[in-house]
């Protein structure tokens, strides 16, 4: 498998000109820990992943993944037929057969 969190936090790192120096210091790591983590020898845990993210600004998924579709930008995206909202007659058409019982209660109740 593809180590693309190394990779990712090269590039992410780069394109905010920090030094590993620089990103160790606010994590509270080594120097040291940051190369291991670029090199694929080592990753980090999930409580510095999100602080990763966090502190360089971008999604876990795109750091972890290489996934660059933030948050902001699933907003955008075209809701799925499961998500749409239903008119009064969509519902009928996908639930005719609640008809029955309904206008059975009714004519008995007359």
Known sequence: MENVFSQQLVKIRRRQNMS???LASQLFVSRQSI??????ET??????LVKLA????????ELVSGDAM???D???EEPQQSQMAMNFWE???NNWWTVIPILGIVWLMR
Do not use: C, M, Y
Not at 54 to 61: A, G, S
């Open 20 to 22: 590993q120096e620089q």
């Open 35 to 40: 190369s291991k983590w670029e090199q694929g």
């Open 74 to 76: 699933r907003h955008h």
């Open 54 to 61: 966090n502190l360089l600004q971008v999604d876990l998924n």
């Open 70 to 72: 933030g948050a902001s």
């Open 91 to 93: 519902f009928l058409s």
């Open 43 to 48: 990753s980090p845990d999930i409580g510095t």
